[in-house]
């Protein structure tokens, strides 16, 4: 797209012609306050806010619905500007409940951000506020408090533009406009949260957060969900060593701004029932005694040439990095073990707009190393020591309760507690992609990152450096300090991953296997 | 005083038949318009200089003009007759006593700018005019000056009657579209304007009734003579729709430039019991009220009320006498704009139930003296900002009644009620 030079408050810029001006004023570095206008939802121009003083045109003009061409000066800084603007906000606020200490938008609320941003002004609203419905469930995910709303239609046309489902509306006319659903209509379709994430106000609130954390004491990581093979983009959100919700972050090569609500809902186990020590035989031993005890078997095997009596299972639940290591060790350690995907998650359902069937986040990651995802021939033979890498196979399908029995061993290396930590002689426990830096690799195979939010639970190690303390014991080392270096390898000895670059991937990816650069790979 | 151009038939026998129409020379326009080329029949219109009826005057044949002459998609007329501006009803009377002359000029606006399809969107309230336009149609299609192949070469036209639901926005061009396409009526963001993109996304004529109504009587006389009724800069006729406190309120089609005096003293015989005019609002409620001094003053044309601070609107003159309370009269205006706001521009939705809260409480007489300069600033935040100007509508006519009859609205607040009608809870009651 070509380039044209403009200038937003005297400041000149060069930005892409075509750009409206509240996307030209961002990258200046200039806000210019909106509600209605949403990247993914277009420009409807309905809620006035953004108005903006253009060059050579008397009347102000909305920022939203006005485009870049070259030589465009325009300005957010007047005191016309400003005046309008709070004009604006302060028709916004005649009828808004003075509900911010109960309110769960409060503190990520475009109305109160845009009243200390401009507004500030002495109240002067005296006349009686009107009320609307509050505390309407309008979906089995979703809450509306319509005195909240300030009609800026995004949720409409989210459900209209990207659903294509049509459930919200506003009806009725001036200030008796109001949102809401249809009779027997409930917002219930697979994407119903994304509309609490572009309302921006607390009209639309998501029953799952509802008044369980103030949004201020959230951190926030980027992440990416593991509910399907898409692997959407997400703000991992916590405090206190707790995932709290998962945000879609912007990426336009995967999710856009969006992702699904059975994704969004995949953190608990984040939280929840966690395997944060080592378990043996049913009772809690420290990390080293365990990782001892399962080295000692290990070095047993491979002392006496029988390190073909060690299996790993791994899984396309787990992160390139544990992948690869597990791949390592069998290669290295063990001589070519048996290796191979055992806990392939059940499909799920596939749509049109982002969720795929495959519900594993690193199948391709899997297929890119090697590694089969059939775990007969992992499992066959039985042996001395199974080493089963993430997730649940006992749990997902019990029938391989019989194989695991071959093993005199079964070692779990997991996050949670389950079916398969249950049942195995040593539980040793790994850290979930919260609790350390890594990637998948996405259908598409787009290699992306996700970053570490939180400090590892309890004992929990990186699952890289527990094998690697495993592999001590029969003399052996890795030597990765990080993912860093265990991609400095990984580069080196797979051609798959031979293009790409750790170091590059950012924060939207990288297209594996062709060495494209992020961009090119875009559906 | 009066000069009878689109009115010519009020009044004969069945006016609104084909035969009584027919009879007076109707539909013979069409015969030479058809014998024109289309391009010539704009150029004509734009030499006319007619400007449309509907209230913002825009030039018809210039508007003709923005319509692309090559398009791929059907085109489209609107005939805007929608009429909800409080005070105005002279559509209403075009439709009720000549409606084959809107057909006629339909047929002759839609040759000219080469249109497919022409819908007439009539507002749902009305019943008689409904039922003669409606009926006028059928009769024109049974006669065969509507359908296919109307000129012996190819030229086809549809036209259909929607009835509306009642809602003034959809007086409003784009809210028109929008409901005729079905949906909630309410304005689009413009650009793109109807001429490019109107409905069912396809190119758009919208025009008033009036405007329309105009063509078969300019085809017929020309531009030249069109131009010998009204000034340099507004020529032709335009109808008044009067009401108010006049003797002989009613439809009356005067050359435009007429002295406004004339008109409300003369034509519709003066004020009741020979009282005082206080106020007139000459061109429908959407425009800033004159004093009744100042409007003795105003000649009734584009630039003439432009000069004094209003605008000639659709032609909706409402006179008030000096027993009227302007604070009453402002707050069954406010009344109507908050209703009719379709709500979704900010400004409009909550500043027209804003200043009407206002308006009431100060009716009232429980309004305080710092909210006359409030409703000031918070009119000066509504207009310019919104998708229509439906807010503007609002803003204007507040603004200028505070500021042209400030003592009335303190006399409210001094008094603790209307010096004029007593106590009242009237509005307050009915505030929502
Ligand atoms: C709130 C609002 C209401 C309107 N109502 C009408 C109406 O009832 N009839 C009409 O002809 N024009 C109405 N208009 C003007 C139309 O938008 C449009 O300008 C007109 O129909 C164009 O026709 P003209 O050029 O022949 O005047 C209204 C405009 C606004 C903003
Ligand atoms: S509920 Fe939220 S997103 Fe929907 S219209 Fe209201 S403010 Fe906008
Ligand atoms: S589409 Fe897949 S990756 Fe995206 S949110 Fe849903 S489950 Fe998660
Ligand atoms: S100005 Fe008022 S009536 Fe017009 S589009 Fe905006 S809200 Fe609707
Ligand atoms: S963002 Fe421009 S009008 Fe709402």
Redesign the pocket.
């Known amino acids: 797209m070509a380039k044209v030079k403009i200038q937003v408050n005297g400041r000149e810029v060069e930005v892409d012609e075509g750009l409206n001006l509240i996307e030209a004023a961002r990258i200046a570095g200039v806000e210019v306050p909106h509600f209605c206008y949403h990247p993914g939802l277009g420009v409807d121009g309905n809620c006035r806010q953004c108005l903006v003083e253009i060059d050579g045109i008397p009347k102000l003009q909305i920022a939203c619905n006005s485009f870049v061409k070259d030589g465009l000066a325009f300005r957010t800084d007047t005191e016309r500007v400003t005046r309008m603007q709070a004009g604006v906000l302060e028709f916004l606020f005649l009828n808004h409940p003075l509900d911010c200490p109960i309110c769960d938008q409060s503190g990520e609320c475009l109305l109160q951000d845009y009243y200390i941003s401009n507004g500030k002004y002495e109240s002067r609203l005296d006349t009686d506020k009107r009320h609307k419905r509050k505390a309407v469930p309008v979906g089995p995910r979703v809450m509306l408090d319509a005195e909240r709303c300030v009609l800026c239609s995004r949720c409409v046309r989210f459900c209209d533009k990207v659903t294509g489902t049509g459930e919200m509306r506003i009806v009725n006319r001036g200030n008796r406009a109001e949102i809401t659903t249809y009779p027997d209509r409930p917002l219930e379709n697979d994407y119903s949260l994304c509309t609490v994430d572009v309302c921006p106000v607390g009209a639309l609130t998501s029953k799952d957060f509802r008044f369980r954390k103030r949004v201020w004491h959230l951190q926030s990581a980027k992440s990416?969900?593991?509910?399907?093979?898409?692997?959407?983009n997400v703000y991992m959100e916590h405090e206190g060593g707790k995932v709290y919700r998962y945000r879609p972050r912007e990426n336009m090569h995967v999710?856009d701004f969006w992702?699904?609500d059975?994704?969004?809902l995949?953190y608990t186990p984040l939280n929840d029932e966690r395997l944060d020590v080592a378990i043996v035989t049913g009772e809690e031993r420290t990390l080293p005694e365990s990782i001892e005890q399962v080295g000692t078997w290990i070095n047993i095997a491979v002392a006496s040439g029988q390190s073909d009596s060690v299996a790993v299972l791994v899984s396309p639940q787990s992160s390139t990095e544990t992948l690869y290591a597990a791949k390592r060790f069998a290669k290295d350690i063990l001589g070519g073990a048996r290796i191979g995907g055992g806990n392939v998650r059940p499909a799920g359902v596939q749509d049109e707009i982002?969720?795929?069937a495959d519900a594993n986040?690193n199948s391709k990651g899997l297929e890119m190393l090697g590694l089969s995802a059939d775990p007969a021939a992992v499992l066959s033979a039985g042996g001395t020591v199974l080493l089963v890498i993430d997730d649940d196979p006992l749990g997902m399908n019990p029938d391989l309760a019989g194989a695991f029995g071959k093993f005199e061993h079964v070692v779990y290396l997991g996050s949670n507690e389950n079916a398969t930590s249950a049942k195995a002689e040593i539980a040793l426990p790994i850290t979930p992609h919260s609790e350390c830096d890594g990637t998948f690799v996405n259908f598409e195979g787009r290699v992306q990152r996700f970053w570490k939010a939180l400090t590892p639970r309890g004992d929990s190690l990186w699952s890289p450096t527990i094998m690697g303390r495993i592999a001590e014991f029969t003399g052996q080392e890795f030597g990765w300090k990080s993912v860093r270096d265990l991609w400095a390898d990984l580069q080196k000895t797979e051609d798959a991953f031979a293009a790409i670059d750790y170091a590059s991937l950012g924060e939207v990816g990288a297209a594996a296997g062709s060495g494209q650069p992020a961009s090119a790979s875009a559906e | 005083m009066e000069i009878k151009r689109l009115t010519k038939n009020f009044g004969n026998p069945e006016s609104w038949t084909l035969a009584a129409y027919e009879k007076t020379g109707g539909y013979q326009m069409v015969k030479k318009a058809f014998a024109m080329d289309p391009e010539a029949i704009i150029e004509l219109v734009k030499q006319s200089g007619l400007r449309g009826r509907g209230g913002a005057g825009f030039p018809t044949g210039m508007k003709w003009g923005f319509v692309p002459k090559q398009s791929d998609k059907p085109k489209y007329l609107c005939v805007n007759a929608d009429e909800s501006e409080p005070g105005t009803f002279k559509d209403r009377y075009l439709l009720e006593h000549d409606p084959h002359a809107l057909v006629e000029g339909i047929i002759i606006s839609c040759w000219a700018v080469g249109i497919r399809y022409a819908y007439i969107y009539i507002r749902g309230e009305f019943g008689l005019p409904y039922y003669r336009i409606e009926a006028a149609v059928k009769e024109a299609y049974e006669k065969g000056y509507l359908g296919s192949n109307l000129n012996g070469k190819g030229f086809d036209l549809d036209v259909t009657v929607h009835r509306g639901a009642g809602a003034y926005i959809c007086g409003e061009e784009t809210g028109l579209i929008e409901s005729l396409e079905g949906k909630k009526g309410q304005p689009r963001l413009k650009p793109p304007f109807p001429a490019v993109v109107g409905v069912f996304g396809c190119p758009t004529v919208v025009n008033n009734v009036e405007t329309i109504q105009s063509i078969p009587w300019i085809i017929e006389h020309g531009a030249e003579e069109y131009r010998k009724a009204g000034t340099e800069k507004s020529p032709g006729t335009k109808l008044f729709s009067v009401s108010g406190h006049v003797k002989r309120p009613g439809v009356y089609e005067i050359p435009l430039g007429l002295p406004c005096k004339t008109l409300v003293h003369d034509l519709c015989g003066g004020i009741i019991d020979g009282k005082r005019q206080k106020a007139n609002i000459v061109g429908g409620s959407s425009v800033p009220i004159l004093t009744g001094e100042e409007a003795d003053n105003v000649d009734l044309d584009y630039e003439s009320l432009a000069a004094a601070g209003t605008m000639l609107g659709s032609g909706g003159m409402i006179v008030m006498d000096e027993d009227t309370c302007m604070v009453w009269a402002l707050a069954v205006l406010l009344k109507f704009y908050a209703h009719e706001s379709c709500g979704q521009c900010t400004p409009c939705r909550e500043g027209t139930g804003w200043i009407r809260n206002l308006v009431y409480r100060l009716e009232a007489g429980d309004g305080k003296r710092e909210d006359l300069d409030k409703l000031l600033s918070i009119t000066g935040n509504m207009m310019g900002t919104t998708i229509c100007v439906l807010a503007d509508a609002a803003a204007m006519p507040t603004e200028s009644f505070i500021k042209k009859f400030r003592a009335e609205f303190e006399a409210h607040v001094g008094a603790g009620r209307c010096p004029i009608r007593g106590k009242s809870a009237h509005f307050l009651a009915h505030a929502h």
């Not at chain 1, 990416?224 to 692997?231: I, N, P």
């Open positions: 990416l969900c593991t509910g399907c093979s898409r692997g959407c999710n992702m699904c059975p994704g969004r995949t982002l969720r795929r986040p």
